[in-house]
């Protein structure tokens, strides 16, 4: 009975080292996603941009300033940023938050003993909100004395209530995005692969590009009805506001869904059959979501991994979700990003799009 038992554990593991997908999945993914996670996801927020806006020009208005710059978690901007610009600094994310100091605040410290200064922070992203007002009140008492003591006035932009949900339910829409546009994708094109399909090819008029068009094009539409049902689910049920453009809002699902289908069609090339696919798909899903700004502020993050977050497509297709539905930003506003993910769609659709013809070929 052991030697049967033992002869079919050794042609088992046999078996396992010859499909290199299995080593990858047990050695190579853990290992990288333990380091990523250890580096890329750090809560506490830091380089934090604001503004201060001084209005007194006094010793102690400059030595308040001094104070929010040395508590090691602000960035403060522009010296010369007036109010009239406030709203835009908001919208083109160059700003998490701004303190207006008021005039006379040095005359009402020394006369009454304390005096108020007005706090606006970006409501859109709660996780960095919640971290300024927290670093902000943690710095005025660092200020205030025995016999003096600054109170903050607080006012939460585009999200005043500070819903965490109208922070996470744009990130849906990519989850959605990603979720049936790369494995379904990938699951339906490795099906013609075991069915023998692509080698029927050869003796009909079908070129493998047509055959690609009509598999992906039924995934276009489910994805663009199931992104108007969020988006109506999202209006009605959860009250989220959309203060920009709904066509904007579209243009941003239809230029990222490029992305999601051409990493569909690349994860069909490298998997031979439909577990290999869908395992294939997850280990870049959830890489791609924790580089997105979804679940950790990519803020926070540092060295490689910042940059890695800068060039992922999710990542940028987040911020426009985000800033379309809180802050009503422009497609001007925006270029940045659209013109981020329009590369990306180049670089991953037409590409994976290129290779999956000439293997099919």
């Known amino acids: 009975m052991f030697t049967r038992i033992w002869a079919i554990i050794k042609k088992e593991f046999i078996s396992i080292i010859n499909m290199k997908v299995i080593i990858a999945i047990v050695f190579v993914a853990p290992v990288l996603q333990t380091v990523i996670f250890g580096y890329a996801a750090v809560i506490e927020s830091k380089n934090i941009p604001i503004a201060v806006i001084d209005r007194d020009f006094s010793a102690t208005s400059r030595e308040f300033r001094q104070t929010l710059e040395n508590c090691g978690y602000f960035i403060l901007i522009d010296d010369n940023l007036k109010e009239s610009d406030i709203d835009r600094y908001f919208k083109l994310g160059k700003i998490s938050g701004c303190i207006i100091i008021p005039s006379k605040f040095e005359q009402r410290l020394k006369k009454y003993g304390s005096s108020d200064i007005q706090v606006n922070i970006d409501g859109s992203d709660s996780t960095v909100a919640n971290a300024v007002s927290g670093y902000i009140n943690s710095a005025c008492a660092s200020f205030s004395s025995v016999s003096n003591s600054v109170s903050i006035e607080t006012r939460l932009l585009f999200n005043p209530t500070g819903e965490n949900k109208f922070f996470f339910i744009p990130g849906v829409f990519g989850m959605i995005l990603m979720i049936i546009g790369m494995p379904l994708t990938a699951i339906s094109l490795v099906k013609e692969k075991e069915e023998g399909t692509f080698e029927q090819l050869n003796v009909t008029p079908i070129q493998s590009y047509e055959l690609l ?27 989220l506001p959309l203060r920009g453009n709904i066509f904007v809002l579209y243009l941003d699902i239809f230029i990222f869904l490029f992305v999601a289908l051409g990493l569909g069609i690349f994860v069909s090339i490298i998997s031979a059959t439909q577990q290999q696919a869908m395992l294939t798909s997850f280990l870049i899903l959830l890489p791609t ?41 422009p497609l001007e506003y925006l270029k940045p990003n659209f013109i981020s993910i329009f590369l990306a769609d180049i670089v991953v659709f037409f590409t994976s799009v290129s290779l999956f013809s000439k293997r099919s070929s």
């Not at 068009?213 to 969020?230: D, E, R, V, W």
């Not at 992922?312 to 979700?321: A, D, E, G, T």
């Open 289 to 329: 979501m924790l580089f997105s700004g979804f679940m950790f502020p990519v803020e926070n993050m540092t060295g490689i991994f910042r940059i890695i977050a800068n060039i992922n497509p999710f990542y940028h297709f987040l911020k426009i979700m985000r800033d379309v539905f809180l802050k009503g930003s």
């Open 213 to 239: 068009i009509g598999k992906i094009i039924p995934y276009m539409f489910l994805i663009f009805i199931s992104s108007t049902l969020m988006l109506v689910i999202s209006l009605l049920v959860f009250h």
